[in-house]
């Protein structure tokens, strides 16, 4: 069964950090993309950051340029990202999710992801 278990939200102030993981299912990681979206209390779920499957390469939402980073350790199975200079705005639960090889292009569409996580929530306070 394939599984993917977010961890290391909580709560922070403005301008902390924090680093989230996302512990991915040994059958899927080496050929899935594993991407982050999130969503906040009212709002649909917004793309975050991805990181592609065979090169590594990344993507990320305009807002959280220079602040976040999406990284993978391929011998751990798991994806981390990196979050710091965090702003209230950030508050939401935030998901990992994954996207097979079928797809290319680019990473922000919520419908071609196969599998996701349970949600871990991340609040910044003012």
């Known amino acids: 069964q394939v599984q993917l278990v977010e961890s290391g939200g909580g709560l922070v102030q403005t301008g902390g950090s924090l680093r989230l993981t996302c512990a991915v299912s040994?059958?899927?990681?080496?050929?899935?993309?594993i991407a982050w979206f999130r969503q906040a209390p009212g709002k649909e779920r917004k793309f975050v950051a991805a990181i592609g499957w065979s090169d590594g390469d990344t993507d990320y939402t305009d807002s959280v340029k220079g602040r976040f980073t999406i990284s993978r350790d391929n011998a751990k199975n798991t994806v981390y990202l990196q979050m710091n200079s965090l702003k209230p705005e950030d508050t939401a639960v935030y998901y990992c999710a994954a996207r097979s090889p079928y797809y290319s292009g680019s990473y922000a569409f919520r419908t071609q992801y196969d599998y996701w996580g349970q949600g871990t929530q991340v609040t910044v306070s003012a």
């Open positions: 040994r059958q899927i990681f080496s050929t899935y993309s």
